[in-house]
């Protein structure tokens, strides 16, 4: 299934732009509660008048907030990313930290977060388990586990450490491109031999491929050997 996903999403990515490990940070965070793209549509002008920690850190609030009204829960977004920029000039000399123990440590960065900064800003392999990974892996039947860094470990034990962050996108890429959480395109996905939840959306190839999403549907659709919609 590793590879199929790997075949069915060779594009798959971090789809938070950004252009170091704080700029990684600031939008895992702005990430909660919306979708990347609103994230993506905020972040030009905020990095440009953010660029440091420290700079996070003496933020005045109400011009942060106004900034980032448009990602929702701004008022908890500016008090996280104001103590974040406090906790990095405080603790690490202005710089993101590359240990999971100290990512983890910060406001704002939780396990999941984490696992994002050191796998696409420090190159450290690592499992994001999101909503969709989580989704994904039950359906799969990989673990049965519920708590997220139980399912991190379990589907670690799975596949070679130096997958781990590739395996995540491409795990998300299918979760927001396919296996979707209402109705799942089972009837037009790479994967529907190996899946034990095959079934759960429609198998009809037409009605399957009309819900597959993304910029490379036609791709998906020939991959799963299905008309395009």
Request: some cysteine.
């Amino acid at each position: 299934m590793a590879r199929a996903l790997a075949e069915a999403h060779p594009d798959a990515h971090c789809e938070l732009d950004h252009r170091n490990a704080l700029e990684l940070a600031v939008a895992t965070v702005l990430s909660a509660q919306t979708t990347d793209v609103r994230v993506n549509e905020v972040s030009p002008k905020l990095f440009a008048r953010y660029p440091t920690a420290a700079d996070y850190a003496s933020a005045d609030r109400t011009e942060l907030e106004e900034l980032l009204k448009p990602t929702g829960f701004y008022r908890n977004k500016t008090d996280s990313l104001i103590k974040l920029g406090q906790a990095l000039v405080d603790r690490f000399g202005g710089q993101v930290p590359n240990r999971m123990e100290d990512l983890d440590s910060l406001p704002g960065i939780g396990r999941k977060t984490a696992n994002v900064i050191l796998g696409n800003a420090f190159g450290i392999p690592g499992l994001t388990v999101d909503t969709h990974f989580q989704r994904l892996v039950h359906r799969w039947a990989w673990t049965e586990e519920t708590d997220p860094v139980k399912i991190e470990f379990a589907v670690g034990k799975l596949v070679e450490k130096r997958e781990w962050t590739m395996l995540s996108h491409r795990i998300i890429f299918h979760g927001r491109r396919v296996c979707h959480a209402r109705k799942p395109a089972c009837g037009a996905c790479t994967l529907a031999r190996w899946c034990p939840s095959y079934g759960t959306g429609p198998v009809d190839p037409v009605a399957a491929a009309r819900l597959l999403k993304g910029p490379r549907v036609a791709e998906l659709a020939e991959l799963a050997g299905v008309p395009a919609p």
